[in-house]
Every structure is written in C-alpha cells, then in structure tokens.
C-alpha cells in the first residue's frame, strides 16, 4: 500500500499537580479548552473534543501517524501548562496521564461524555471517575499507584 490511513482515536485524561482546583476561572478554563485545539493544529494532532474541570482535563484526539501517545501528551501538557503560566497562573500538570483508545463508532459517546464533565462531577470526584474509566476499560493497575 502506497499511503498510509491512520485513524488512532485516543481519549486523554490528566489533572493538574496533585490534582489542585487551579483552573478555576470559567473563563480562562473555557478558552484553555480552545487553545488545545490550536496546539493540536500546530502539531498535526486532531482534537475533536476537549473539556474537563478546575482540576483534570479530558480529550479525545486522533494521533498522527509518526506520532505517539506519550509524545501528543507532552506537546499538549508543555504547551497549555506555558500558555496557563503566561495568563498569571503559577500551574502545572500531573506527570501521569490515561490513554484510552476509542472505537471510530464511540466518537460520539465519547465526545458527550467530555463535553458534560460539568454534569459528571456534580456526583463524582475526579478519582472515582478515573478508577472508573480504568476498571471500564479492563486495565490493571494498582490503587495506591494510581494517583501516587
């Protein structure tokens, strides 16, 4: 095959440090969610949707092809968290992250479920529904490494 067709749907979840409420104005929040889209753009990653709370994010993206998952966190995370810091918020992100793949036919779903975050953490902490997302998914992992 001559070309390549990628499609490598990834939703992304990641709090800030320690997973402190520092994203608090509405405002700024709402425009950081913008602003991933255009890092994203500068970066070839597509990102359909973005949206999350004072202290996490959520984003579904569709990776490049010669790109990987760690590497679209890293562009992502290093270039909102200096944008963050230039508009006066002494910020930064968690080291960890959660990758999990979507289905072409769950882009939907997926897209609603981030965009009611809002709506998600009025009955729910940020790690019960991250322990949630691991446990859906079938992942294995160790509670009390979890969050560190």
Avoid: C
Wanted: avoid cysteine; aromatic fraction near 10%; proline fraction near 2%.
């Amino acid at each position: 095959m001559a070309h390549k067709f990628p499609n490598v749907l990834v939703h992304l979840v990641f709090s800030t440090k320690d997973r402190q409420d520092l994203l608090v104005d509405d405002v700024l929040r709402n425009r950081l969610w913008k602003y991933f889209v255009g890092i994203g753009k500068n970066h070839g990653i597509a990102v359909l949707a973005a949206d999350g709370t004072a202290n996490h994010a959520h984003l579904l993206i569709v990776l490049p092809s010669d790109m990987s998952v760690a590497k679209a966190v890293q562009v992502l995370k290093a270039n909102s968290s200096r944008w963050l810091s230039e508009h006066g918020i002494d910020f930064s992100w968690q080291e960890g992250y959660g990758a999990f793949s979507v289905s072409p036919s769950q882009i939907a779903v997926v897209k609603k479920y981030i965009e009611q975050q809002a709506a998600h953490h009025a009955a729910r902490s940020y790690e019960e529904e991250f322990l949630s997302l691991l446990n859906k998914t079938g992942m294995h992992y160790e509670k009390d490494q979890v969050f560190g």
